[in-house]
């Protein structure tokens, strides 16, 4: 049975029900936070719940739970849907409350959280893409529930038979409708910078600090449109996702080989640290 909690409650999830004035369901007014888990452990909890506040703090709500009390939750969505691989998902709203743009003071969050699982990544399956204008608000550092336009924008991308979006703004990549982006050009790795214009991924970070000090140190600095088309590898990366090589942008081909020997590197560092956490070092 999925098991859920809901404001203080652990119940089966299709017994769920939140209230139609719900902000979140009436506004969008809400932030989430979707953990991976390997071996029933969660990859850099941390990080996560440290992004989690930092979203919450932006849009004005106070996190509803302690650290303790978020690790604890977690925990016992994870032990009670069996440990090993899963995704815990995590959604604050600011609270039910009659319409009206302004919020009234002092309503009290809605806090949502469950298990989803997470489907093993294939990384010899490489993933096609499409390129297209970064058409979001400015503030895609917060990771808001309101994502009609990733909506849209992957919508676009089934339609050309793609797995993802990568986006550009005013002629720079910033990054995938869900997911970060890296490049590989001349041997070296980027990524585009951190800024109101793409989300502090926990993955992203995690490569970049793993590759910090080694000839593949990452190098976060813009990234044109030209240069992406041009670049030897491609990839994309997200906690659900973890890392995918892209094989094709626009239906053209990136690079000469896909996944490339840079990516199959820095994967199997990656796979290094994953299996540490499942070993508990």
Known sequence: MALCYLDGEYLPLHEAKVSVLDRGFIFGDGVYEVVPVFAGRPLRLDAHLARLE???????????????????LIERLVAHHGGGEQTIYLQITRGVAPRNHLPPPGVAPTVFAMSNPLVPVDWDSPVRAVLRDDFRWTRCDIKSISLLANVLLRQEAA????HEVILVRDGL?????????????????????????????VTRDLLIELLAGTADAVLEADVTRAELLAADEVWLCSSGRELAPVSVIDDQPVGAACPGPVFARVAALYATCKRRLCEGA
């Open 54 to 72: 930092r979203s919450l703090a932006a849009i004005g709500i106070t996190s509803p739970l302690s650290r303790t009390a978020w690790t604890t």
């Open 159 to 162: 339609a050309a038979g793609a």
């Open 173 to 201: 990549v910033t990054e995938g409708a869900a997911s970060n982006v890296f490049i590989v050009s001349g041997g070296r790795i980027r990524t585009p910078p951190l800024s109101h214009h793409l989300l502090p991924g």
